[in-house]
C-alpha cells in the first residue's frame, strides 16, 4: 500500500515552540500533501510537495520530501494554539484512476 | 474561494433506511470524492467520480453507491442504513488530473444510524 503512516500519533507542545511530523510512505509518489483538520470539520489543504521537490515553504510551514527513504516531515515554526488540530499526509500517484491516499493523522496539542 | 458544501452537519437515521448524502462544489471541478472518517482508521475513500456519470469504486464501497448526475453535485446513497455506517462522511472535489492536485473539502456529515 502507498498509505502515508505519520509519526508521531500525538504531539503536545508549549505555544512558541516548533512542532515537527513525520510522514513514511511504501511506494513511489507524485506528489505529498499535508492537510489540517479542526475538530469535527472538514480537512483544509496545507501544503504539496511533487516528488521532483525537496523542500517547500508556507508561511511559518516547511515541508521536506526524502524519495529515497520515502518519507516527509511538516515543521510548524513558532507554534500557537490556534495550530491545535489533526494533521494528515496524503500521497498521490500519476497514472489512471489515481487518487489520494491518506494517513491516519498525527494529533498535535499547543498548549497556551 | 472553493467552496464544497454538503446537505446536512448531522444527521439521524435508523437501520434499514435509505440515506442520501448530498455534496455541491462551485469550482467547476472534475473530480469529486466521497470518504468515511473514523477514529483509528482515519479516512478510507468510498466511492470518486472523475466526471458526469462516471464513478469508480475506492476501498471500501459496500453498501455505498453514488450518483453525479451533474458536474458540481455528487450524491452518496446508503441503501440500506446499518449500525456499522455511523461515522463522519467527507466529500471532496479537485481540478482534473487525479491524484496530482489539492482536495477541498466540506465540512462533513457525521451520520449516526440506530
Known amino acids: 500500500s502507498q498509505q502515508g503512516e505519520e509519526d508521531p500519533q500525538a504531539l503536545s507542545i508549549q505555544e512558541g515552540e516548533n512542532a515537527t511530523m513525520n510522514c513514511s510512505y511504501k511506494t513511489s509518489i507524485n506528489n505529498l500533501q499535508w492537510y489540517r483538520q479542526n475538530s469535527g470539520r472538514g480537512l483544509v489543504h496545507l501544503i504539496l510537495?511533487?516528488?521532483?521537490?525537496r523542500e517547500k515553504h508556507s508561511g511559518r510551514l516547511r515541508v521536506t520530501l526524502d524519495t529515497s527513504k520515502k518519507s516527509s516531515s511538516l515543521l510548524i515554526t513558532a507554534s500557537r494554539a490556534a495550530d491545535t488540530a489533526s494533521y494528515f499526509c496524503a500521497t498521490g500517484i500519476t497514472g489512471a484512476n489515481s487518487k489520494l491516499t491518506f494517513g491516519k493523522g498525527i494529533t498535535l496539542s499547543v498548549r497556551p | 474561494d472553493v467552496k464544497v458544501t454538503q446537505s446536512s452537519r448531522y444527521l439521524v437515521k435508523r437501520t434499514g433506511e435509505k440515506v442520501f448524502l448530498e455534496c455541491v462544489q462551485d469550482m467547476d471541478h472534475e473530480n469529486m470524492f466521497w470518504y468515511r472518517q473514523d477514529p483509528g482508521l482515519g479516512l478510507r475513500l468510498i466511492y470518486f467520480?472523475?466526471?458526469?456519470?462516471?464513478?469508480e469504486k475506492g476501498d471500501i464501497p459496500e453498501g455505498y453507491s453514488v450518483s453525479r448526475e451533474k458536474k458540481e453535485r455528487f450524491s452518496l446513497i446508503l441503501e440500506s442504513a446499518s449500525t456499522n455506517q455511523t461515522s463522519m462522511y467527507l466529500c471532496a472535489s479537485s481540478d482534473a488530473g487525479l491524484g496530482t492536485y489539492e482536495q477541498y473539502f466540506g465540512p462533513g456529515t457525521r451520520l449516526t444510524v440506530t
Open positions: 510537495i511533487r516528488s521532483n521537490e
Open positions: 467520480s472523475y466526471d458526469v456519470k462516471m464513478k
